[in-house]
């Protein structure tokens, strides 16, 4: 019963933020900067709340210099990870978002290999020699390099690096990031407001609420996700969390119209036939033997 409970509390974690592409653009005329900031205010304010409710205090006075350090760096690269995500959407780049995340589990394993001295096998070598190729082959179709994708990519993967080392709750680290980030926040708002250029209050109160409310919606799946982590093996959340890029490449095409090209389509192929390899990979080693597997991180867009 618990696992039935985790797996759809998972599910319900992932499906929330495979749907955040629908949320961003609600929030015009502000943009992507001014998102942003309130997001972070407004989740600093959100989680705070869930640390006062679950009277978790005594976890946050427990963390160390060293982990404030993976902390701090994990808070610039969740922010440049939000900014550009929020950027990608409100630009109408819903797809190359996409990109970045089918991408992201395969450059979680790749930082595992640099900093964490993690061994790949031949079959995990391969799935990232084919990814390597997709990145080769959508440079040629954009002319230029999948910029966007990457930055995504390698910024979520930074910050699964940094919470892997830092080892501290969800929670818990998600209230010290937003606080870390939060005076720049505060910062650029008063910035807008004194130029009159801030939107918020003056772009309607609904505008003003959806605003407030990116804090919910980044708190809410990181509550579902912390329960259903509790509950079901990794490797389930390892698999469900395929979800969340790919319910956004659908919105990309179904509610955006953004367009593929064939080669952008072989491309990605390529990409999901990595992510095939390296998968099925995993599945076979886990149950042959306890041999050590490198895991992707848990999607936070």
Do not use: C
Request: aromatic share 12%; charged share 10%; hydrophobic share 55%.
């Amino acid at each position: 019963m618990g696992q039935r409970q985790g797996f759809w509390l998972g599910f319900l974690a992932y499906l929330s933020w495979g749907f955040f592409p629908l949320y961003w653009p609600l929030l015009a005329p502000a943009g992507p900067v001014e998102i942003l900031a309130h997001r972070i205010f407004w989740s600093l304010a959100a989680v705070i709340g869930l640390v006062v409710v679950a009277r978790r205090w005594s976890y946050l006075r427990a963390v160390t210099r060293k982990q404030l350090g993976f902390i701090a760096v994990g808070a610039l690269t969740i922010g440049m990870n939000w900014g550009m995500y929020i950027y990608g959407v409100t630009s109408g780049q819903v797809v190359e978002t996409a990109l970045g995340y089918f991408i992201n589990p395969l450059v979680t394993i790749l930082l595992g290999v640099v900093f964490l001295g993690e061994r790949l096998r031949p079959a995990q070598w391969l799935g990232l020699a084919i990814a390597l190729a997709a990145v080769v082959e959508l440079t040629f179709d954009y002319g230029r390099l999948p910029w966007l994708a990457l930055t995504l990519a390698f910024s979520f993967g930074t910050y699964g690096l940094m919470k892997k080392k830092a080892n501290i709750g969800s929670a818990e680290g998600l209230a010290l990031e937003s606080a870390a980030l939060t005076p720049l926040a505060i910062g650029y708002l008063v910035y807008l407001h004194v130029t009159g250029h801030g939107t918020f209050g003056y772009a309607g109160w609904g505008n003003a609420l959806l605003l407030i409310g990116t804090g919910v919606i980044t708190a809410i799946p990181l509550l579902l996700f912390g329960a259903a982590a509790t509950r079901v093996p990794l490797i389930t959340l390892g698999l469900l969390q395929y979800m969340v890029p790919t319910i956004q490449f659908v919105i990309g095409l179904v509610v955006f119209h953004e367009q593929m090209s064939t080669a952008r389509w072989v491309g990605f192929g390529l990409v999901w036939l990595a992510l095939v390899v390296i998968t099925t990979e995993s599945l076979v080693a886990r149950r042959t033997g306890p041999r050590r597997v490198v895991r992707p991180e848990p999607e936070l867009v």
